[in-house]
């Protein structure tokens, strides 16, 4: 037998020995090399040398894909998989998937058995549990034992601006983009009607932030053209939207209200419509807050600015949309909260903070999803509207001041807040382009 015959009939044995971390690090590990890549080998013996290790696959499939191997002195154009544990390669069913055929290289932390492809050929399989750099590890372990309100506050001020500030770019649009599959699902129920479709959006807001299932089933009842057909009315629209929310069952001796009840019987029958059987949230909630006064502030919305979609689609100054968020209920709601009781008198405007929640909520991720199909992708008006709106105040936000990441508009603090509630939560540093940037200094 020849040298390279005796080498190849050669297993490698490698023991057995507890990563303790997801495949995740493992996949980071390989993508950024931080393993000693010399004189590496199969498990068979023969030679390898990664020209390029591929690129993160988030999909279906091998974990990296376009990866160029040279093993022994054959180059290898394919995927490549990753695991713990060489024997998950027949746990998730590799063998028998037709996907795991272009995969050139099996990379895991031990392996003991050899794999095949689904079509029987043998894969070639590295282990570098041995090789793995240690500082990368003690890097990663700093961050995920950090109980920290996030991770890495005491090492994100190492980072410079540029990195900082490009990552919270991509958070901003990351943010929206996570809106815009529902505003693409109110899209298709109404059958492409982009009025109707930015109406769910801004009902729905309405009942912010317990109310807003029930508010979005609303929209999808009194829909945008009943609405356009009443407007000039407000004591009609007040009948749809109560009556459709189920708020008119009651025997209340209030003028008003019986008023509201007869002219919801006549809309329901003339439209065919029913009454909502959600029931709506109350309780721990402030007055202002409660879903009679939003159902009402809503009705006097669509009575004084009727055409207030049809503008903001045309994409005005973000002040002249400001401007039309002026109005207030009918006179009844100045000294009522609920219809079962009066109150002392108050009027019942939506707030400099609620109109603030209408660009965040629906206004500004709707113009972004609009223009993204209507303005051949360019966002810029959608960022400008964040850009002059004030930031937010909460815990979140003040916790990143203190780490010195501040926020001057709406546009950081919804990064910023994207950020931590999806990254930092949980702990997903290797998904986190700050993350990494650390773990590989």
């Known amino acids: 037998q020849s040298k390279r015959t005796r080498r ?33 080998t199969t498990n068979s013996g023969q030679h390898i040398q990664v020209i390029n290790q591929g690129f993160l696959n988030r999909s279906n499939g091998p974990d990296f894909e376009n990866a160029k191997i040279i093993i022994d002195d054959t180059t290898h154009y394919g995927s490549v998989e990753i695991h713990i544990d060489g024997k998950d390669w027949n746990h998730h069913a590799h063998h028998q998937d ?54 890495c506050e005491n090492q994100v001020h190492t980072l410079s601006d540029f990195d ?16 815009c599959a529902a505003f693409d699902t109110y899209l298709t129920h109404s059958k492409g009607d982009w009025n109707h479709a930015f109406f769910s959006a801004l009902v729905r807001s309405f009942g912010m932030p317990a109310n807003t299932e029930a508010f979005e089933e609303l929209a999808n009842m009194v829909t945008y053209d009943i609405i356009q057909k009443h407007h000039k009315s407000l004591f009609q629209l007040e009948a749809l939207f109560f009556g459709a929310a189920g708020l008119l069952r009651d025997e209340i001796a209030d003028n008003y209200y ?19 059987h959600t029931l709506l949230k ?9 879903p009679t006064v939003k159902i009402a502030q809503l009705a ?22 400001k401007r039309k968020l002026t109005f207030t209920p009918s006179d009844y709601w100045e000294t009522h909260y609920t219809f079962k009781k009066s109150s002392e008198k108050k009027t019942k405007g939506i707030s400099t903070g609620f109109v603030n929640h209408l660009f965040l909520n629906a206004i500004i991720p709707f113009v972004f999803f609009y223009e993204k199909n209507k303005k051949d992708g360019a966002t810029d008006k959608s960022l ?30 919804q990064a910023l807040l994207h950020l931590y509630k999806t990254y930092c939560k949980s702990q997903r540093c290797l998904q986190c382009n700050l993350g990494k940037k650390l773990l590989l200094k």
């Open 8 to 40: 190849r009939n050669t297993t490698l044995y490698y023991p057995p020995m507890s990563f303790g971390y997801k495949e995740d690090l493992l996949q980071f590990i390989w993508e950024h090399q931080l393993y000693d890549t010399q004189n590496i």
């Open 384 to 413: 400008a509207y964040l850009q002059s709106i004030t930031s937010e105040k909460n815990t979140i936000i003040t916790q990143w001041k203190t780490i010195g990441m501040d926020s001057k508009n709406a546009l950081t603090s």
């Open 282 to 290: 109350t309780g721990r909630m402030r007055p202002m807050n409660l």
């Open 164 to 179: 900082k500030n490009m990552w919270l770019d991509r958070m901003i649009v990351e943010r929206l983009e996570s809106r």
């Open 258 to 276: 019986v008023g509201l009840q007869k002219e919801w019987g006549f809309l329901s029958q003339k439209y065919g419509l029913s009454s909502s």
């Open 300 to 321: 006097a919305f669509f009575h004084h600015v009727p055409l207030f979609i049809q503008k903001v689609l045309d994409l005005p100054a973000v002040d002249e949309v």
């Open 98 to 151: 037709k996907a795991f055929n272009n995969v050139v290289l099996h990379v895991c932390y031990s392996i003991l058995t050899d794999v095949v492809r689904e079509d029987g050929t043998s894969v070639p399989s590295l282990a570098i549990g041995d090789r793995i750099n240690n500082a990368a590890l003690l890097k990663y372990d700093c961050l995920m034992k950090n109980k920290a309100y996030i991770p």
